[in-house]
């Protein structure tokens, strides 16, 4: 049924009318993962899906470098019609099997943001661990679909030495080890495809941190040094300039106000974060926001978030709450 309402809403125009009042602000758009054709994981954008994704994008929107962004919020300058930039968290290899060679074809550029240690195999992204944990066949009930995202919500707010044992408990609890290299699904680049990526021209790489802590569960130091270190790790093995980062999460409650100050100390040009909305003049660029897009695999749906008609949907809602939950006295 709602599906269906959509196709209605869409043929009376109402998505590219949404798409033609919003043009004014800039999409960032996030990805994570990607799957062969035919394939379909959680979490996971395939190639069929995403070729779609970037046809449409080349026909309604001007899709350009983050960089471009961030250096017209920097500059005050408005931006262009329509324009959109592509972000890829994490570092996984299925960015550069699957989805680096639809951007060659369609000649679009995107930013990666990589984890460092996960690049250089000192070990795996600890949220993919949990995903890893969930696939197995004697999963716990927190780890169901069900009650996941609220098992993945807890471990946010653990100190990352809590919250990793809190994860070796669950894998002692089920009798496995988790393997002390990613599986293939959740395995990294290798330096020479992120070079081979960056000497394309098309794709920037950015920083993700060292260890894709949560900001806000580790100290001001401890921040400091995932943001310097990554940085100094990714230019040496890229032998390029690290200009960008990623907030971990990146939701509001993901980091600290002064952590945006560190990120621009740092030597990054900008910053993006998680939580949804479109990026208006004005906006701060270490604070942008990003529509996610890894798991639109139907048209239109990916639509509805692309052309604007979700923007106003959320901005609709948030108008309303002080009438639909007025405070009592």
């Known amino acids: 049924m709602k599906r269906l309402a959509l196709h209605a809403i869409r043929s009376c125009g109402m998505f590219s009318l949404s798409r033609h009042l919003s043009s004014g602000m800039a999409r960032v758009l996030m990805y994570h993962n990607f799957s062969a054709p035919g394939i379909k994981e959680p979490g996971a954008l395939n190639v069929e899906a995403a ?144 070079r081979e990526m960056a000497d394309s021209g098309l794709v920037e790489i950015g920083s993700h941190t060292v260890t894709h802590p949560i900001m806000s569960s580790i100290t001001d130091e401890e921040s400091r040094h995932e943001l310097i270190e990554s940085k100094r790790q990714l230019e040496e093995g890229l032998g390029r300039k690290v200009r960008s980062f990623c907030f971990p999460n990146g939701q509001p409650r993901d980091f600290r106000s002064n952590q945006i100050k560190q990120v621009r100390d740092a030597g990054y040009d900008c910053s993006v974060l998680a939580h949804f909305g479109l990026v208006k003049s004005g906006s701060d660029p270490y604070q942008m926001p990003r529509v996610g897009m890894g798991s639109k695999s139907e048209s239109i749906e990916f639509s509805k978030f692309l052309d604007g008609m979700a923007y106003y949907q959320h901005e609709l809602k948030k108008l309303l709450r002080p009438i639909v939950h007025p405070q009592r006295a």
């Open 51 to 194: 070729r779609a994704q970037l046809a449409y994008l080349r026909r309604h929107f001007r899709v350009v470098p983050l960089l471009d962004v961030a250096e017209r919020l920097s500059s005050g300058k408005g931006f262009d019609k329509n324009t959109v930039a592509l972000t890829i968290d994490d570092g996984r290899l299925s960015c550069y099997e699957f989805f680096f060679p639809l951007l060659q074809q369609f000649e679009i550029p995107a930013t990666f943001f990589v984890v460092s240690s996960f690049i250089r195999k000192e070990d795996w992204i600890w949220t993919d661990k949990v995903l890893w944990l969930s696939e197995q066949p004697n999963a716990p009930t927190e780890l169901s679909l069900a009650k996941i995202n609220a098992f993945f919500r807890a471990l946010n707010w653990m100190r990352p030495e809590a919250r990793n044992e809190q994860i070796q408990t669950i894998a002692k609890r089920m009798g496995i080890v988790i393997p002390s290299e990613a599986p293939a699904q959740y395995a990294p680049c290798s330096w020479e495809q992120l």
